[in-house]
T-cell receptor, first 111, second 112 residues
């Protein structure tokens, strides 16, 4: 099992502020995915990164995959209350379709 | 379009009773199927996965079992529930050669 560590565990910010969530591992991944989950629902895929150093943008969300493909970050610019949720990173090893999930970061954006 | 159905949404069962949770996928064929369990507000633990009918792999020893009687049907079962089986159970699927899982809406199981 490949261990993914997410930090911080909890994050509470005011609307309009920026935030960054980190996902780190000692393992190399062929791909890394980010999901957002709302209470009582299943996670929803936000983005997949597959190339070391890759940066993807989804509106106010910016995702980066580390050069060595062991870590990733999620940056939200000008956070809104609708960004509130549990953010999960998940890594997929080479020749493996199973995902290993981090413990998640609970983000709360106050209006 | 592809959809995934998971039921029931909530379940309260006494200790020692049996369990059957069902998950079906529509709009695709030969999917990889997964059962995960999630502790309150935390990460997901992979329980079982399947790459085809009758092919089940278990990730952790436990009181649960899984079956795949049809291509797009995945069932999670237990003969006798324990208190520690309480949790949020999620079914997911993906297509071979693609990235990203699609999750069902989950089942909140409380064993009392």
């Amino acid at each position: 099992t490949q261990l993914l560590e997410q930090s911080p565990q909890f994050l509470s910010i005011q609307e309009g502020e920026n935030l960054t969530v980190y996902c780190n591992s000692s393992s190399v991944f062929s791909s890394l995915q980010w999901y957002r989950q709302e209470p009582g629902e299943g996670p929803v895929l936000l983005v997949t990164v597959v190339t070391g150093g890759e940066v993807k943008k989804l509106k106010r969300l910016t995702f980066q995959f580390g050069d060595a493909r062991k870590d990733s970050s999620l940056h939200i610019t000008a956070a809104q209350p609708g960004d509130t949720g549990l953010y999960l990173c998940a890594g997929q090893g080479a020749n493996d379709y199973k995902l290993s999930f981090g413990a998640g970061t609970t983000v709360t954006v106050r209006a | 379009s592809q959809t995934i159905h998971q039921w029931p949404a909530t379940l309260v069962q006494p200790v020692g009773s049996p369990l059957s949770l069902e998950c079906t996928v529509e709009g695709t064929s030969n999917p990889n199927l997964y059962w995960y369990r999630q502790a309150a507000g935390r990460g997901l633990q992979l329980l079982f996965y399947s790459v085809g009918i009758g092919q089940i792999s278990s990730e952790v020893p436990q009181n649960l079992s899984a079956s795949r009687p049809q291509d797009r049907q995945f069932i999670l079962s237990s003969k006798k529930l324990l208190l520690s089986d309480s949790g949020f159970y999620l079914c997911a699927w993906d297509a071979r050669g693609t990235y990203g899982y699609t999750f069902g809406s989950g089942t909140r199981l409380t064993v009392v």
